[in-house]
């Protein structure tokens, strides 16, 4: 199925200072300064793309019919669509994030985001390796503190939905192997090439955020490693013995 993008009225209340909206409830929210010149954007860039192709629940996660959560994530893809030159978009069967990584509180930040707004993930979703040895925690040395934080970063993707499989190689997991030709978005990237070749499956490097993103909205931008056009073979080369 194909996702249609109409433009996005744009927030109510602008201010030159910050930003007002309304969320799905009616409750007003207010941003200011370059948070709110952020989200901004991103409203603009929703409706930048246009209206694509199929018209099925096309207004609903950027209206936030199903929570701020998946709106913000739906924000992210579309823009993506944008910078990719994307003219539609696609639905995936499954995700692997590599945004449980902690680097910094910033990635605590996101998924909290997501959280408050309600987000889970809407399609079978793998997680990348995280910041503790979950089997052995005694033997991780470094800050205790950042441990403690990457240990929460983990329970929080945990809590959105994804499978707590903290490993690079999802594709030895039963269950997680997608068949020829299904469309993905995984990050990690020995786990992106074995999917695109020994799989034969389909998915661009889907960095952090942008991978979670997908998970929680099911759909990418029709790009990149996505289309069969952009899959064919430029270069033989001759291996002799």
Not at 78 to 97: K, N, Q, S, W
Not at 113 to 127: F, I, K, M, N, Q
Not at 200 to 207: E, F, K, L, M
């Amino acid at each position: 199925m194909l996702l249609a993008l109409p433009a996005v009225r744009q927030a109510e209340g602008c201010r030159r200072d910050g930003l007002r909206h309304r969320n799905a409830t009616g409750t007003a929210v207010f941003m200011t300064g370059r948070a709110a010149e952020r989200d901004e954007r991103l409203h603009r860039s929703a409706a930048s793309v246009g209206v694509l192709t199929g018209a099925t629940n096309r207004r609903a996660f950027l209206d936030g019919a199903h929570g701020e959560g998946s709106a913000f994530a739906m924000r992210l893809v579309v823009r993506a669509a944008e910078l990719t030159g994307a003219d539609r978009l696609i639905d995936i069967v499954g995700a692997h994030v590599d945004s449980c990584l902690y680097h910094g509180e910033a990635t605590i930040d996101f998924v909290d985001r997501l959280s408050r707004g309600g987000a889970r993930v809407r399609v079978p979703t793998t997680l990348n390796v995280g910041a503790v040895d979950l089997l052995h925690p005694e033997l991780v040395g470094g800050d205790p503190a950042v441990r403690e934080r990457g240990r929460l970063l983990m329970d929080r993707y945990r809590a959105l939905g994804a499978r707590p499989s903290y490993t690079c190689a999802p594709y030895q997991l039963p269950g997680s192997r997608p068949a020829p030709g299904e469309q993905v978005a995984w990050g990690e990237s020995n786990a992106i090439a074995f999917c695109n070749s020994v799989l034969g499956a389909r998915t661009n490097r889907y960095g952090d955020f942008l991978d979670v993103a997908a998970a929680v909205t099911g759909r990418v931008p029709f790009a990149g490693l996505h289309r069969t056009e952009e899959r064919r073979a430029t270069l033989v080369l001759r291996l002799a013995g």
